[in-house]
């Protein structure tokens, strides 16, 4: 039925994207090592740029890929090395009684009503409401014009406030992340010399800051 | 024909729903970082299937500022969890309960 309603190939592949996405969401929050969920989260991400392709997204999967899959996932590995594999010793006690099974009703409700919404409009329907930019969405080099045409005109205030968000969002990753140097301090990273490094800084500091433990 | 809108639609349900159940139930700072980002992309999803069937390249343009902004929350959200692991060895949430009442 399907066959005669679509094109296979689209069909196909919209279900190994699906495929993708859905494996790797599952993944990340399945899997007790973090490791292994950010390479869940990695196989999730390629899924989404694929959907981009398949709606002549082409510039925006390229970013997805180079971004979030390159750079982001990169950035969670780093810090997951950073700070030690830590799996969580106990991923299958419930803090709080019936979290999960509140957590999952919660989630379904939330999701079958959003479908439920969109079953019900016209969005899906191919019919357009709102008014729309007049001209198909290209692809391939014409969708980066497009893009950029858009970027550099219409949204332009947009895009230069995204320059001061990127400078604020370097500083306070470095303020946060940086480490205050004591003369005792050395660059050694052996786990016992920072804890006594760390409970010295916290000695110096007992007068503005509150220390626990 | 191509593949209709509300595939793509509930498929960036799902992948919400499912973002979301992670958020509510891991434990790990990281994974719940890790989760946001499924949320993200399950708009950023909606957010390309709109333009492409409103042909309006808005919805595009909203999806490149989402993802600038998602890059500098997941710097600074990092950088928050490695400055908390240095005060208490553990990226557990359970574990930062100091506004506890």
């Known amino acids: ?213 | 024909m191509t593949i209709p809108v509300s595939w793509f639609l509930v498929l960036a349900a799902v992948l919400f729903g499912v973002g979301a159940f992670g958020v509510l139930t891991r434990r790990s700072a990281l994974i719940m970082f890790m989760c946001i980002e499924l949320m993200l992309n399950a708009v950023n999803l909606t957010f390309v299937t709109f333009a492409r069937t409103m042909s309006d390249i808005g919805g595009q343009t909203t999806v490149f500022f989402i993802m600038v902004v998602a890059a500098a929350e997941v710097t600074v959200g990092l950088g928050i969890v490695v400055a908390v692991f240095r005060r208490r060895s553990s990226t557990s949430v359970d574990e930062l309960s100091e506004l506890q009442g």
């Not at chain 1, 045409?149 to 205030?157: A, G, K, P």
């Open chain 1, 1 to 213: 039925m399907l066959a005669t309603t679509y094109a296979i190939p689209d069909v196909l592949v919209f279900v190994s994207a699906a495929v993708m996405i859905l494996v790797g969401a599952v993944g990340v929050i399945a899997m007790t090592n973090p490791v292994h969920s950010a390479l869940s989260l990695i196989l999730s991400l390629l899924g989404v740029a694929v959907a981009f392709l398949e709606q002549s997204a082409d510039f925006l999967a390229a970013v997805e890929i180079i971004v979030y899959a390159g750079a982001i996932v990169v950035l969670f590995l780093f810090v997951i090395m950073f700070l030690g594999v830590d799996k969580s010793k106990h991923p299958h006690v419930e803090p709080l009684v019936g979290q999960r099974w509140f957590a999952g009703l919660g989630v379904a409700i939330t999701v079958a009503g959003v479908i439920y919404l969109m079953a019900n409009s016209h969005w899906v329907s191919g019919v357009l409401s709102a008014s729309t930019g007049g001209t198909a969405l290209a692809t391939g080099a014409g969708n980066v014009t497009q893009l950029g045409d858009s970027v550099f005109t219409t949204y332009l205030l947009a895009f230069e406030a995204t320059a001061g968000l990127l400078i604020i969002a370097v500083v306070g990753a470095v303020l946060l992340a940086r480490r205050e140097r004591t003369a005792e301090v050395d660059d050694v990273d052996d786990d016992v010399e920072e804890t006594a490094a760390d409970a010295g800084r916290f000695d110096e500091d007992v007068a503005s800051q509150e220390v626990e433990s």
